[in-house]
């Protein structure tokens, strides 16, 4: 398993933006798929946004059109921006990595969206 930590949640007014980083403690960081979860309330968590090896990228389709997902291979990190946050995007948010079946998640970060 490889180590993930989020950071950049915070709490923003509804239209506003964030950034999520997520760092991970690997030297193959560009073999793993990558993902941001998210997880409400008494909600299921759900995929936000992923992003292959290859760079072939999925989104959710809440979030398509306003959150955009990358990776910097060179610094081991994985990014969401989010734009136009709309209070239904307030969750903790998780990093996740997957390489040859062996998943991992970070400790997550809190987005609160004001309305």
């Known amino acids: 398993q490889v180590q993930l930590v989020e950071s950049g949640g915070g709490l923003v007014q509804a239209g506003g933006s964030l950034t999520l980083s997520c760092v991970a403690s690997?030297?193959?960081?560009?073999?793993?798929?990558m993902g941001w979860y998210r997880q409400a309330p008494g909600k299921e968590r759900e995929l936000v946004a992923g992003?292959?090896?290859?760079?072939?990228?999925t989104y959710d389709e809440s979030v398509k059109g306003r959150f955009t997902v990358s990776r910097d291979n060179a610094k081991n990190t994985v990014y969401l921006q989010m734009n136009g946050l709309k209070s239904e995007d307030t969750a903790d948010y998780y990093c996740?990595?997957?390489?040859?079946?062996?998943?991992?998640w970070g400790q997550g970060t809190q987005v609160t969206v004001s309305s």
């Open positions: 996740y990595a997957r390489l040859r079946g062996i998943s991992s």
């Open positions: 690997t030297s193959i960081f560009s073999m793993y798929y």
């Open positions: 992003i292959s090896s290859a760079s072939s990228i």
